[in-house]
Nanobody, 122 residues
């Protein structure tokens, strides 16, 4: 069983930065691929970034590539999302996700955090 708790969301002006954290419980965390997804009002939940168990491989949505960076610290059971050059269209609830089989399809992901709100003002 894995529990995920996000933090670090808030209100920021366009061009600003935020760092999200996802603290995981459970000793198997370090073996799981992890990811970040987001959901804006009236839209479906979408992929933002993912990272493999070791942190050696990452993948990003085209909309955030070059601006966001995902990383993990397995000693601290924590995954991070550094968000720079934020835009109003980045406004959404951001969710941390984990699944031993990978974090690709929203409907297939086993573990989710409760979400943290990110609001970017223009």
């Amino acid at each position: 069983q894995v529990q995920l708790v996000e933090s670090g969301g808030g209100l920021v002006q366009a061009g600003g930065s935020l760092r999200l954290s996802c603290a995981a419980s459970g000793r198997t965390f370090r073996r799981y691929p992890m990811g970040w997804f987001r959901q804006a009002p009236g839209k479906e939940r979408e992929f933002v970034a993912r990272i493999n168990w070791s942190g050696g491989a990452t993948d990003y949505a085209d909309s955030v590539k070059g601006r966001f960076t995902i990383s993990r610290d397995n000693a601290k059971n924590t995954v991070y999302l550094q968000m720079n050059s934020l835009k109003p269209e980045d406004t959404a609830v951001y969710y941390c996700a984990a699944d031993p089989e990978g974090v690709t399809k929203v409907d297939d992901i086993r573990y989710w955090g409760q979400g943290t709100q990110v609001t970017v003002s223009s």
